[in-house]
C-alpha cells in the first residue's frame, strides 16, 4: 500500500461519520472546545470528544490551544481550510470524499430557505487548460476568502449558509 492510500484512509476515516463534516464547518468560523461543539450540534460531550479526536487524528483538523476550564483543561480546535489538511490523494479516495460532501449537500438542503436568491452551476465542459487553470486557482482563491469570512456559529448579524463547490478535471472519453 503506498503512502498516499495510507494517508487517504487516515483522512476518510476521519470523515466516516456524517456529523464530522458540519463539525469541521463549525470549526472554520471559530476556534471551539468539544462541549461547544456539542451544544451547537446538540451532541454529547463524549461524542464531541470523540469526533474531534478522529478528526485530529486523520489531519483534519487543528489543535488551536488549550485553556483551564474547573480545573480541567478544554482542547481548541480549528480548521484551516487554506491548508491541505488530509485531502486525498487516490481516486477512491476523491471519489469517497465526493460522495460524502455530496450526501452532506442532501442534508443540508433540509434546512434550505427556498424563497431567497441561489447560486448553482453543474456542468461538465470542455476548456483549454490555460483557462481551466486560471478559472480554478480564482475559486479556490474565493473559497479561502469565504472560509476566513465565517464568524462562529450563531455570531450576531450572520446567516447560516451553505457552500459547496466540486471541480476536477475529467479523463476524455474513448
Given at each position: 500500500m503506498s503512502l498516499g492510500e495510507e494517508d487517504d484512509k487516515a483522512a476518510l476515516r476521519a470523515m466516516a461519520h456524517p456529523v464530522?463534516?458540519?463539525i469541521m464547518s463549525l470549526l472554520t468560523g471559530a476556534s471551539l472546545t468539544a462541549a461547544e461543539v456539542a451544544r451547537e450540534l446538540g451532541l454529547t460531550h463524549a461524542n464531541a470528544s470523540y469526533h474531534l479526536r478522529n478528526l485530529h487524528a486523520g489531519g483534519m483538523i487543528a489543535l488551536a490551544g488549550e485553556e483551564k476550564i474547573r480545573g480541567g483543561v478544554a482542547?481548541?480546535?480549528?480548521y484551516?481550510?487554506?491548508e491541505d489538511r488530509g485531502l486525498p490523494k487516490t481516486p477512491d479516495g476523491n471519489r469517497m470524499l465526493f460522495t460524502t460532501a455530496a450526501n452532506e449537500l442532501s442534508r443540508r438542503t433540509t434546512a434550505a430557505k427556498w424563497d431567497g436568491p441561489k447560486v448553482m452551476a453543474d456542468?461538465?465542459?470542455w476548456i483549454d487548460p490555460a483557462g481551466w487553470k486560471r478559472i480554478k486557482e480564482s475559486i479556490a482563491e474565493?473559497?479561502?476568502e469565504l472560509h476566513l469570512a465565517a464568524k462562529p456559529p450563531r455570531a450576531p448579524g450572520t446567516i447560516r449558509t451553505s457552500t459547496t463547490v466540486a471541480m476536477f478535471e475529467m479523463e476524455a472519453e474513448a
Open positions: 464530522r463534516l458540519r482542547k481548541r480546535y480549528r484551516l481550510a487554506s456542468a461538465e465542459l474565493l473559497m479561502i
